[in-house]
């Protein structure tokens, strides 16, 4: 069982920055892959950006590329979400995943997730 938790949500004004946090603990033990998504009240969740332990490039949905950057620390189960000139439309309820492969995380069915942070760009 591994357990996945948030951090690092707030309210910013457009064009401001925020950094997201994760950690993954519990049987976290070999290869993972991790992964933020969002959500806003009414719609399907999305992927926002996904990354594996054990080399390999980053995934960035097309809203994400060039502003958000996602990075880990492998030693510390821990992932980041850095998220710069953000929109009013970035505004979501923000969500870390966990799974041991990669393509759970890519079809929206992780194995963990955790309880969300909410993020919110005023204009």
């Known amino acids: 069982q591994v357990q996945v938790a948030e951090s690092g949500g707030g309210s910013v004004q457009t064009g401001g920055s925020l950094r997201l946090s994760c950690v993954a603990s519990g049987n976290t033990d070999g290869r993972r892959c991790m992964g933020w998504f969002r959500q806003v009240p009414g719609e399907k969740r999305e992927g926002v950006a996904i990354?594996?332990?054990?080399?390999?490039?980053?995934w960035y949905a097309d809203s994400a590329k060039g502003r958000f950057t996602v990075s880990q620390v492998n030693s510390k189960n821990t992932l980041y979400l850095q998220m710069l000139s953000l929109k009013p439309e970035d505004t979501a309820t923000y969500y870390c995943?966990?799974?041991?492969?990669?393509?759970?995380?890519?079809?929206?069915?992780?194995?963990?997730w955790g309880q969300g942070t909410q993020v919110t760009v005023s204009s």
């Open positions: 990354m594996c332990t054990r080399g390999g490039s980053a």
């Open positions: 995943a966990s799974d041991p492969t990669y393509q759970p995380l890519i079809e929206g069915a992780p194995a963990y």
